[in-house]
Nanobody, 125 residues
Framework: QVQLVESGGGLVQAGGSLRLSCAAS????????MGWFRQVPGKERQFVAA????????NYADSVKGRFTISRDNAKKQVSLGMNSLKPEDTAVYYC??????????????????WGQGTQVVVST
């Protein structure tokens, strides 16, 4: 089992940058595919990015490709999401997710077993 705690959200102007972090508990972090999702009120949780537990390969939603970067540090049991060139439409609550032995192609929320509590990102115009 793993517990996830996100941090790093906040208010930023359009064009700015933020870095989200997700700290994980548990001894087997390196066997979990990690993902980031986001959600706005009234809409379904949306896939943002994932990083594979085996080889660190990554997968991104088309809407964030070239702007966001997911990375992981297995020694620190941490996954991060670097966000550049932020747009107002990136405003959402961002969630960290984990699935043991999952695949990078996991882009549906129901494919992930564990979730953090979320961190709010607001991008102003």
């Amino acid at each position: 089992q793993v517990q996830l705690v996100e941090s790093g959200g906040g208010l930023v102007q359009a064009g700015g940058s933020l870095r989200l972090s997700c700290a994980a508990s548990g001894r087997t972090f390196d066997t979990y595919t990690m993902g980031w999702f986001r959600q706005v009120p009234g809409k379904e949780r949306q896939f943002v990015a994932a990083i594979d537990w085996r080889d660190g390969s990554t997968n991104y939603a088309d809407s964030v490709k070239g702007r966001f970067t997911i990375s992981r540090d297995n020694a620190k049991k941490q996954v991060s999401l670097g966000m550049n060139s932020l747009k107002p439409e990136d405003t959402a609550v961002y969630y960290c997710a984990a699935d043991r032995y999952g695949g990078t192609h996991y882009s549906e929320a129901n494919e992930y077993e564990y979730w953090g509590q979320g961190t709010q990102v607001v991008v102003s115009t």
